[in-house]
């Protein structure tokens, strides 16, 4: 302009520059203090909705952590009784018909020992299959407190030998937004076979194999006699054994779903800080910029508003 | 040539130079004041009426003039009123930011997870009974954010309702001030010799187009004519017009504006002419920025509410009730954020959750499968049309309070410098240099002291007229 410079116009000039040197001293020492780039949303409003948006994933993926490690309990203990359930039970009772087979334990003495021994295990197979885990039963499905499996006070004559009262659902547990695991076994097809030619009802082969051994029948041909049991016996073997190797399949995917979720975390938190951290390199010498400009400013300011003026001069 | 001409030309060279000195030191003493415009004394010498050839006829003061620019007062005049529609919106947008920015990190944000997460909780659980005090815990924080953020959102909209109240004040006490400073003129002998009065009325022009959108014109008779809202009077000649408010505080109620005319002449709805200045970017705010954050809010509390529940009442209690609200039943969107609360029969028995697709005396008590469906909503697209899911929402929410945010404060980050360049250019005009005033102060005092010598000659002439 040219123009003459007048009282306010200095005035004018420095309260506007000392206040937007004010603001950004306050902002770098914002920055500096939080060592984020972004403190409220205004501050880059698109970045900041990413960030809302990260956050609330990685919150989500927290709570699938938590259910992949329920999810991994549940397996671990299911995977855990049914192996019991083949060692303990029907592997025995396979090595009981074999010896049951065998010339010098053909007595009746001996039968009835063995039948005795066969029995043990019918309920041990019945206090395996009713576990309990935190108070609730492993195979009831939904029925978690009700007890799944009795065996018939009559048995072993009786038919069914036992009753299942739980029910035929499976939990399932969400482990990722899309996708959900199942984390029960169906009890009723583990213990009862589903009913195809290749499993079988594993308290009604027991009782089977215990009849066969009492009576003595080791008939080849008969259906309930002593080697046809132990071919029951080797099917419900391999069918428990088909679970285990399938729970075992689940725990390979939690595993993978455990790695992966913390992989997608770092990941997702790494995007976090490239987005809002400041960098504090350019932060500090942001700072001692506006530092150096406000000190500036200030004695500018200062020197020019003390100027005298001609007045100063006159009067003598 | 006479004597007492001599006597006269030195008492018209006193009489000037004091005048001179009196408008110097007016303008000395105006240094600070804002809208101030400087004043110069108008000399000229006087035509002669003497027959002697070669005399002149003495000097005097043609007048006072205060120095402006007309074209810088325009644009101070415009510039004033977009920077009062920011600057005034400015805090209300801010303060509506570091709600919704709150409300992410501490508070609906972060209950909207948690409360979908003690879902899942109990999912994986759903025989714990301690779980379901958990949900209801969750649910109760999450309903209490909601109300609290409603409320905050009403008070503001009070508050701004009550600025605008005092805003009117200002207006209305601006608008008198002018009508009287209008009589003071016209009756004073009109524009010529009122220069200090008709500057002191434009710094008044200036202040009230800063608060809301004016007009004016200036008569013959030196008064000027200010309309208000695209053209309704505020100031006719000495009579000042008022506004006056009626504030609907109903669910989406908006502020209007009335102008009582000039004199009582009638009245006029001018909310709709309103489209600058503090009192525009107030209404602005209150009737659209406000009620918008309020809508949102509800919309998210009325939908989280009534899908929630809609999934949950198909679902049975482990006390094989069912047909249970989750929430309490929302009647519309209005005012839902304000109302939202966990129904009453939950919170009385958390056995009422329901979590289970039958009745768990029939299915097992670790029926989770109404509880599955609850917590899938999380990820489902359940807002804006089937786009978004409750989270992403209210993300929305946060980014554009956040985008407004930004753009009402680089708009009055502009506006402020655009006016202090203008205000700049006006002092460069208008302004008051101390330096130049002591130059007057010396130029006139000498002319004050060579006056008064030449009295003093006349008289010596005089007297030695009278000893001959």
Redesign the interface.
Known sequence: ?G???????N???FQ?SLSLRNIEMSRAAEQLSSEKRIN???????G??QV??M??SI??LE?YD??LN??NQALIQTESTLSSVNEEVILKARDIAIKANAPQNKSPESRAALAAEVQQLQQHLLTLSNTQI???YLF???????TPFTLDAAQPNADPVETYA??T?V????IS??S?LVI?SRGDQLFQGDGTANTVNLFQSLANLEAAIRSGDYSTTSATGVPQMLEDLNKGSQQIINEITSIGAKTNRLDTAKIQLAGQRTTLSSFISDIEDADMAEVATNFSRANTALQATLQSAGAILNLP???N??GR | MSITSVFNRGLDGMNVASRALGVTSNN?AN??T?GYA?QEIQIGSRATNSRVPGQGGGVEVLGVESITSPFIEMQLFGISNSYGTYDSRRQTV?QI??I??DS?TNGI??SL??F??SF??L?????LPGLRETVKEKANILTDQFNSMSRQFNQMRLDVSSEISTRLTTINSLASDIAQLNQAIVNGGGVAVNGDTIARRQDLLRQLSEEVNISYNQNSNGGVEVRVAGGASLVSGFNAGSLSFTDNQNYGGTASITLTLPGGTGSIDVTAGINGGRLYGNLYDRNTTLNNQISSIDTLAYQLATQFNAVHSTGYGIDSSTGNNFFAALASANGAAGSIAVDAQIKANTAKISI?EQD?TV???????IG?QL??L??SMTMSSSTQTF??YF??L?????????SV?KQAATQ??LL?QV???R???S?????????N??RYQKAFQASSKMLQIADQLLDDLLRI
Do not use: C, H
Request: no cysteine; aromatic share 4%; hydrophobic share 30%.
């Open positions: 302009m123009s003459r410079v007048t009282g306010l116009s005035y004018y000039l506007r409220r949303p205004s501050d880059d409003p698109t900041s909705v809302l948006a956050r609330q919150a989500k709570q938590r259910n329920a999810a935190n108070g609730k009831a499905g939904y029925k978690t407190d009700t739980g029910d659902n939990q399932s547990i969400q937004d899309s959900t029960q003026s001609l007045i001069f006159i | 000395i240094i600070n804002k400087r801010g930011e570091s919704w920015a992410q944000g972060k997870n948690e979908f997460g899942q909780e999912n994986n659980n759903p025989t289970a768990p299915s097992g008590k670790g029926d989770n499968r599955m917590a899938a999380q990820n989270a992403q993300q929305g946060v980014g554009s309070a956040g985008t407004m945010s930004a404060q402020a410098s202090n205000q700049l250019q002092e460069s005009v302004g008051v240099n101390m330096d130049e005033e002591g130059a102060i010396i």
